[in-house]
């Protein structure tokens, strides 16, 4: 039997097997060090050695496993199923609607906790590896943490979590969530790769039991260092091939922070099913109430696969979006990325007015299912990303604002869904773009150097060059080099409000449209927006929580979307930004509204490393992107 479960007699025995069995030392923060020396899948440890497995079951929430240096470089190959019916917290709708996260059955898992798990392999150079090794035959994930998981240095490869029908009771299936790791907590990887793993869901359309995270799904999610590649989400309804992260949908204030990915690369994974999101990473950001950020620094974001699964007809409404980064919720924010061939394919199609495609690259919602806010992107590459083979690097979905901060390159820009101008939040400028540096239309082979590309050694992509070995970086080149200039950047957006709108004499549009006829006359044409006729009265109402809902509003929806289908690409591919709507200060139309702006200043300097590691250039010029040449 496990040590802690040793009678009270037993306990000064305990303690002296603890240091001659276990290996036992001080784990710092008042825990201890087990140490595992064997690299046998085995309930109890041998006589004279520790497996990861009895570790695992003896670790108290502050202790900490670690590995024999005899171990380095090995992998355990783990063929028991710890725990068949894996407890984790999931969502929960009551007849269809959002009732909150309660305790499912993510079924079969390797190894399995109930606490807070610290597993530190940093002290073996070349890692150790985690691998299930059960096959087909036998389907696990790797590892479920119902609590935080803090890891080091080590491969997971190899899971497979399956959506199986439970007899009797609510729940029909089991959650296929997180083929590799499933945490509900925080997990914070270190120098981890995420390998190979896989969920396959099952084939019935359901609010609650979609198949999330062919690599990892999480509450929380801090990565450093890591490669997430090769892994597939696969079902009726699938999401984050790579990643899925929650975002904290447990956080007691509604806001946060929760899910950041730093010098990691999330390459050649995919999702298959009728409704597809996110090849690489999809973040919810939290859920309903709750506006957390996923913050993406210095990551390498490639190759990812969105597309249709060949067992599913197209029955009802099918969807496709975000082969690189879908966001379901909450907030993105994107420093220093390489964003480059991800691809989204299947059957285009328009539902409820919105189109079922989108983002061959990054892709935010479409419509009301989720709330959306920002996006702040700097110092980017977004290239070669394809939709149906067409390019397509960025689609804004219906975010509230897209802010750039300088400096991006990027092909094609779609903001043909980015929410209609809201007058009371002081933001009739949606499209904070362009900024000092930016430009778009920029090609594959105008911004990366196809033939400087660094593979990982044993993660076989799935994504768009399945079969071989995953992409971790790209090396900048032409447009992409010593763009950045060293020291201090400062970026100002423009915020535009108005007060007094939303009656019968609301003449908001009319003397929008006379500006642009002032600013853009010469390319638009002197006479431009007179097919509108008057536009006086159609005007924004609230309330500013539910606006979309309120059938008022549908002639002011109307009137931006007309207005951005008649401007066509003749204002680039940003249409009315920061340039137009600068040109605004405090005015008065002639029916009374008040329009006032203001400008915001944001100032950051440069990222002082690349994806490697590497120095950047102090007080020279920066590569944009994730990697310093």
Same mark, same amino acid.
């Given at each position: 039997?496990?040590?802690r479960?040793?009678?009270? *007699?037993?306990?000064?025995?305990?303690?002296v097997?603890?240091l001659?069995?276990?290996g036992?030392?001080s784990?710092?923060?008042g825990?201890?060090a087990?140490v595992?020396?064997?690299?046998?899948d085995?309930?109890?440890?041998?006589?004279?050695?520790?497996t990861l497995? *009895?570790?695992l079951d003896?670790?108290?929430?502050?202790?900490?496993?670690?590995?024999?240096?005899?171990?380095n470089?090995?992998?355990i190959?783990?063929?028991?199923?710890?725990?068949?019916?894996?407890?984790?917290?999931?969502?929960?709708?009551?007849?269809?609607?959002f009732?909150?996260?309660?305790e499912?059955?993510?079924?079969?898992?390797?190894?399995?906790?109930?606490?807070?798990v610290k597993?530190?392999?940093?002290?073996?150079?070349d890692?150790i #590896?985690?691998e299930?090794?059960g096959?087909?035959?036998?389907?696990?994930? /790797?590892?479920?943490?119902y609590?935080?998981?803090?890891?080091?240095?080590?491969?997971?490869?190899?899971g497979?979590?399956?959506?199986?029908a439970i007899?009797?009771?609510?729940?029909?299936?089991?959650?296929?969530r997180?083929?590799?790791?499933a /945490?509900?907590?925080?997990?914070r990887?270190?120098?981890?790769?995420i390998?190979n793993?896989?969920?396959t869901?099952?084939p019935?359309?359901?609010r609650?039991?979609?198949?999330?995270?062919?690599g990892?799904?999480?509450n929380?999610?801090e990565?450093?260092s890591?490669v997430?590649s090769?892994?597939?989400?696969?079902?009726?309804?699938?999401a984050?091939?790579?990643?899925?992260?929650?975002g904290?949908?447990?956080?007691?204030?509604?806001?946060?922070?929760n899910t950041?990915i730093?010098?990691?690369a999330?390459t050649g994974?995919r999702?298959?099913?009728?409704?597809?999101y996110?090849?690489?990473?999809?973040?919810l950001?939290?859920?309903?109430?709750?506006?957390?950020?996923?913050?993406?620094?210095?990551c390498?974001?490639a190759?990812n696969l969105?597309e249709?699964?060949?067992?599913?007809?197209?029955?009802?409404?099918?969807y496709?979006?975000?082969?690189?980064v879908?966001m379901g919720?909450?907030?993105l924010?994107?420093?220093?990325?390489?964003i480059?061939?991800?691809?989204?394919?299947g059957?285009?199609?328009?539902f409820s007015?919105?189109?079922?495609?989108?983002g061959?690259?990054?892709c935010?919602?479409i419509g009301?299912?989720?709330v959306?806010e920002n996006?702040r992107?700097?110092?980017?590459?977004?290239v070669?990303?394809?939709?149906?083979g067409q390019?397509?690097?960025?689609?804004?979905?219906?975010i509230l604002?897209?802010?750039s901060?300088?400096?991006?390159?990027?092909?094609?820009?779609?903001?043909?869904?980015?929410?209609?101008?809201?007058?009371?939040?002081?933001?009739?400028?949606?499209?904070?773009?362009?900024?000092?540096g930016?430009r778009d239309?920029?090609?594959?082979?105008e911004?990366?150097?196809?033939?400087? &590309?660094?593979?990982?050694p044993?993660a076989?992509s799935?994504g768009t060059?399945?079969?071989?070995?995953? /992409?971790t970086?790209?090396a900048?080149a032409g447009?992409?080099?010593?763009? &950045?200039?060293?020291?201090r950047k400062?970026?100002e957006h423009?915020?535009?409000?108005?007060?007094?709108?939303g009656?019968p004499?609301?003449?908001?549009i009319?003397?929008?449209?006379a500006? &642009?006829? #002032?600013v853009?006359?010469?390319?638009?044409?002197?006479?431009?927006?007179a097919g509108?006729?008057?536009?006086k009265?159609?005007g924004?109402?609230?309330?500013?929580?539910?606006?979309?809902?309120?059938?008022?509003?549908?002639a002011w929806?109307?009137?931006?979307?007309?207005l951005?289908?008649?401007?066509?690409?003749?204002?680039?591919?940003?249409?009315?930004?920061?340039?137009?709507?600068?040109t605004f200060?405090?005015?008065?139309?002639?029916?009374g509204l008040?329009?006032?702006?203001?400008?915001?200043t944001?100032?950051?300097?440069?990222? *002082?490393?690349?994806?490697?590691g590497?120095?950047?250039?102090?007080?020279?010029?920066?590569?944009?992107g994730a990697i310093?040449r």
């Open positions: 039997m496990s040590l479960r040793m009678p009270a *007699a037993s306990a000064g025995l305990a303690a097997l603890s001659l069995v276990c036992c030392g784990g710092g923060g825990g201890r087990i595992v020396d064997s690299l046998a085995e309930p109890l440890p041998a006589r004279g050695g520790m497995r *009895a570790a003896q670790a108290q929430p502050n202790d900490t496993i670690t590995f024999d240096r005899s171990l470089g090995g992998t190959r783990l063929t028991i199923i710890g725990e068949a019916h894996s407890t984790l917290l999931g969502e929960v709708y009551t007849a269809n609607v009732d909150g996260y309660h499912r059955d993510y079924g079969a898992s390797a190894l399995y906790a109930r606490k807070d597993i530190d392999a940093s002290n073996l150079p890692g #590896t985690l299930w090794a096959g087909d035959t036998s389907k696990a994930r /790797v590892l479920a943490v609590g935080n998981l803090t890891m080091s240095n080590v491969t997971v490869r190899g497979h979590s399956e959506a199986v007899a009797g009771g609510s729940q029909p299936f089991t959650l296929a997180g083929g590799g790791l /945490v509900w907590g925080t997990a990887l270190d120098r981890c790769a390998i793993n896989r969920c869901g099952d019935n359309a359901s609650d039991r979609g198949t999330y995270g062919g990892i799904y999480a929380g999610l990565l450093t890591c997430v090769g892994n597939m989400a696969e079902g009726y309804g699938a984050g091939g790579g990643i899925y992260s929650v904290g949908a447990d956080s007691a204030t509604g806001v946060g922070n950041n730093s010098g990691s999330i994974n999702v298959a099913a009728q409704h597809a996110g090849g690489g990473i999809f973040t950001s939290g859920g309903p109430m709750n506006l957390a950020t996923m913050t993406l620094t210095n390498t974001i190759r969105v249709d699964h060949p067992e599913f007809p197209q029955a009802g409404q099918y496709y979006r975000g082969g690189g879908y919720g909450g907030s924010t994107v420093v220093s990325c390489t480059a061939e991800n691809a989204v394919t059957y285009p199609a328009t007015g919105k189109p079922n495609m989108g061959g690259g990054v935010a919602t009301n299912a989720h959306v996006v992107v700097r110092n980017t590459i977004a070669g990303n394809t939709l149906n390019n397509e690097d960025w689609f804004a979905g219906s604002a897209f802010y901060e300088g400096y991006n390159l990027f092909g094609k820009l779609d903001f043909s869904q980015i929410l209609v101008p809201v007058p009371e939040w002081n933001d009739l400028d949606r499209k904070h773009y362009p900024k000092q930016d239309g920029v090609t594959l082979a911004a990366l150097d196809p033939g400087d &590309i660094a593979r990982h044993t076989v799935i060059d399945s079969g071989m070995n995953a /992409v970086w790209y900048p447009e992409a080099i010593n763009r &950045i200039p060293g020291g400062v970026t423009v915020r535009v409000g108005c007060t007094g709108y009656g004499e609301d003449d908001l009319n003397f929008v449209l500006r &642009i006829r #002032t853009y006359g010469a390319t638009l044409g002197p006479n431009f927006g509108f006729g008057d536009m009265g159609v924004w109402h609230g309330p500013r929580e539910t606006w979309p809902t309120n059938p008022e509003n549908a929806v109307k009137f931006w979307r007309d951005d289908a008649e401007i066509g690409g003749r204002l680039g591919q940003v249409g009315l930004g920061d340039d137009f709507w600068s200060g405090s005015e008065t139309t002639e029916s008040l329009i006032g702006s203001s400008r915001e944001l100032s950051y300097y440069p990222i *002082a490393t690349d994806q490697r590497m120095a950047r250039p102090r007080g020279g010029m920066y590569d944009v310093e």
